[in-house]
């Protein structure tokens, strides 16, 4: 069974979000609800996606995850986030969402990840890489090949460091372990466009 993926951008800050699933429709997954808004329900239905079995959150930011709590109680699945970002999705002060979120209700994570953990999904298996830099608990998911990575490495840069959490040296390791993967995959990250890993490991400069 082959892979669909959409993409749609959420929140104040145009977060990419993306929708994985089977092309039977017996598996799904949502990378980084940033908001629960009418578009996002709308591209789940569409594609009629009646349950998810994942959300993947790839940082505690409040724009890649305030629309958890609404995704998982309309749709399910299982809230994904590493141990160091936990916090995130209980305290505002962590995830940086006062200012933007007053009144949005916190939420639990079902499976708290760390480096090299795998989630079955669709017969394959979804592989957790531990990209801390831009905060202590960014993650990158990997699946078949597409590589998710979320604030750790944009197209031609990498994300911010200089929130709480964040570390400019840190974070330009886990960019060059990045890169450091075989193979080529397509990288679909947290804002703006989608890239490749080999040409990033060519002409991004924070890579080299």
């Known amino acids: 069974m082959a892979l669909i993926l959409k993409s749609i951008k959420l929140s104040c800050m145009q977060t990419n979000c993306y929708l994985v699933f089977d092309s039977e429709k017996k598996n799904a ?3 980084d609800p940033g908001e629960y808004n009418q578009a996002l329900e709308n591209m789940l239905k569409e594609n009629k996606i009646e349950k998810l079995d994942y959300i993947l959150l790839t940082h505690g930011h409040f724009d890649h995850i305030l629309g958890t709590k609404k995704l998982s109680d309309n749709f399910g699945g299982k809230i994904v986030i590493h141990k160091d970002d936990e916090i995130c999705l209980r305290d505002k002060t962590y995830s940086l969402s006062s200012p933007y ?11 708290l990840v760390a480096d090299g953990d795998k989630l079955p999904f669709a017969s394959r298996d979804i592989t957790v890489i531990h990209t801390p830099g831009h905060t202590k608990g960014g993650v990158c998911y990997l ?4 590589l998710f990575s979320g604030d750790t490495l944009f197209k031609g840069t990498v994300g911010r460091s200089d929130f709480p959490g964040g570390d400019y040296k840190t974070l330009l390791s886990s960019a060059a ?3 450091r993967l075989e193979g080529n995959y397509n990288v679909y990250p ?8 080999e040409e990033e490991r060519w002409s991004n400069p924070y890579c080299q």
């Open 29 to 31: 997954l949502v990378v």
């Open 177 to 179: 372990k990045l890169t």
């Open 190 to 197: 947290g804002h703006e466009d989608f890239t490749t890993l």
């Open 101 to 111: 979120a007053s009144g949005e209700a916190v939420c639990k994570a079902d499976i």
């Open 143 to 146: 699946l078949e090949n597409m």
